[in-house]
């Protein structure tokens, strides 16, 4: 039965019964809008493609990637011509791979 059927049979309802219904015949109709409405989401979301639900797309990835490793060899790089090893390398390091992590685990 559509919405308005259902409203024509709640308003119809109504009239046979008498103001006394009014609350009931109200949340009545609410509870199969609210129904109806459920549904229609329910299908759309199923309808939706799985890519906006997974979480960044395989093109982002790849620019994380490019980008955190020519930052990190340029910090490499410029660390390692002041003064050789340095513990900052460890730092900058562990933050890329971080970044990396956070950025590309699974979504729920």
Known sequence: MSTGEELQAALSARRDLGPDYDDALAASFLDKVGQEVDRRVDERLRAAPASRQRGPSDGQRLALAIVSLSLGTVATVA???????????????????????VFNRPRA
Do not use: D, H, S
């Not at 660390?79 to 992590?101: K, Y």
């Open 79 to 101: 660390l390692a011509m002041v003064g050789g090893f340095n513990p900052a390398f460890l730092v900058i390091w562990t933050g890329i791979v971080i970044v990396n992590i």
